[in-house]
């Protein structure tokens, strides 16, 4: 997420087992969770275990009513158990539940109905067996929401508000069961990459759709528009009546911006343009063919694959800094994913230094240096970003002067590119930098900041 309010600018461990569900290992193998596996009778019962690590394809129908603001969703999410152990339940998470007053309708597995349950913005679905490694099931989950109204706390993730919709983490995605409050605007997401996505949008008027996917028809009214996406963590869907659209060819892919008329649409595309060009020449190659920078409601800048979030009312000053950390994000969380909410130094930190490198625009944080290895649920508001944004990114650009930027850049490339599509930890990170120089970077300028870990 960025910082940049719409009014102002305002400012490992190697396992991470959490109620039984596994977390990826640096390496990207999937790993046993020792302590639920063990606690799993050898024969026939519930092994009481879910993942993160399953291969789900989804394909959904989004109904949406401009007037009332209400929708209606019908998921089905095809999953294969990829974890290395069997499972017995699965974890969705869907924002709808905490703001939209979601009404749940009974969820199938495989077509017989299950007592799935909510507990915060996760659907926590039964599968009536253990469902082995290798095998597939499918899971449909249908809901009614109505959108906020406002901008206020983290409504603007899920409203219409200021003449567009903002639809964020609608689609119920595998996830794991992860607090939706905490103490400042850190995003609670962790969300395992999907080969295939697959979204029909209903619309009861004409509106002019951007997404996380690519359109691959329209219905002959206008009203019925299908998406298809690949290798995305998320399905973000933004809407309004009026959208203009513009684009720029960067490098081989089409930048795309979508505002309302009189937001400055050009200055949008040239801001991200500039900084998705910037950024790609560093990071290595961006896996999908369009880019969609979108005006949103309003509240924060944020990031989903493939298509980012500028807000409505965004001052001029901070545009291209704003342009500079969404895009960047692409690459950390978009590419290589990771848990946001409990090791938000993994994908903010790196956006932030990256967004800053590329702007010049690096400055010191304004809270004194301190941990960066604690979770969003950990940070105050008034410091959560000046300790992970400025002060992490700030530890990486002194790796960055440690190593010598050739070294570092290629360092971050072999990084992305070992873990594409893949969960990781901060560890990884920090390894992947200490691995390619043979300055201690662990011990002279991690360990401090990362009890943790080391
Ligand atoms: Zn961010």
Not at 155 to 183: A, I, K, M, Q
Not at 241 to 265: E, H, I, M
């Amino acid at each position: 997420m960025g910082t940049m309010h719409w009014t102002r600018s305002v400012v490992s461990s190697l396992m991470i087992v959490v109620a039984g569900i596994a977390l990826s290992s640096p390496a990207g193998q999937p790993m046993q969770a020792a302590v639920t596996m063990a606690a799993s009778p050898a024969a026939a019962g519930p092994v009481g275990r879910s993942s993160l690590i399953l291969e789900a394809t989804y394909d959904a129908d989004l109904k949406l009513s401009w007037r009332s603001r209400k929708i209606r969703v019908d998921s089905s999410a095809t999953i294969r158990n990829t974890s290395g152990g069997a499972i017995d339940r699965m974890e969705f998470n869907t924002i709808a539940a905490r703001l939209g007053a979601m009404r749940l309708q009974p969820v199938t597995v495989d077509g017989v109905s299950v007592a799935a349950t909510v507990r915060g913005q996760t659907i926590i679905v039964p599968l009536g067996r253990n469902l082995p490694i290798g095998a597939t099931t499918t899971v449909r989950i249908r809901y009614r929401a109505t959108l906020r109204r406002d901008l206020a706390g983290s409504d603007w993730l899920f409203t219409r508000t200021n003449g567009v919709v903002d639809l964020y983490r609608w689609l119920p995605w595998v996830s794991r069961r992860t607090p939706f409050d905490r103490p400042n605007h850190g995003d609670p997401f962790v969300t395992p990459s999907s080969p295939s996505v697959t979204v029909r949008i209903g619309t009861s008027r004409r509106l002019v759709l951007a997404t996380t996917g690519h359109r691959t028809s329209v219905s002959a009214d206008g009203l019925t528009q299908t998406f298809r996406a690949a290798n995305v963590r998320d399905f973000t869907v933004t809407a309004a009546r009026d959208y203009l659209k513009r684009s720029r060819v960067v490098r081989d892919t089409v930048v795309r911006v979508g505002n309302r008329p009189g937001a400055g649409g050009a200055a949008m595309l040239d801001a991200a343009a500039d900084a998705f060009d910037a950024l790609e020449k560093r990071l290595g190659p961006y896996p999908h063919g369009a880019f969609k920078v979108v005006q949103s409601a309003g509240g924060y800048g944020m990031e989903s694959p493939g298509l980012i979030w500028i807000p409505t009312g965004v001052a001029a000053s901070t545009l291209r800094y704003l342009a500079a950390h969404e895009t960047a994000h692409q690459w950390f969380y978009g590419i290589v994913g990771s848990d946001q909410a409990k090791e938000p130094f993994a994908d903010e930190a790196a956006a932030d230094f990256a967004a800053r490198f590329i702007t010049g625009l690096k400055r010191a944080s304004r809270c004194s240096a301190g941990r960066l290895d604690r979770t969003i649920y950990e940070y105050s508001a008034a410091c959560y970003y000046e300790r992970v944004y400025i002060g992490g990114g700030n530890l990486l650009d002194k790796a960055r002067q440690a190593m010598g930027w050739s070294v570092f850049w290629s360092a971050l490339r072999g990084y992305i590119s070992a873990n594409r599509d893949d969960l990781v930890t901060t560890s990884t990170l920090l390894d992947a930098l200490d691995a390619a120089t043979p300055i201690d970077l662990g011990r002279t300028l991690f360990a401090p900041r990362f009890p943790r870990i080391y």
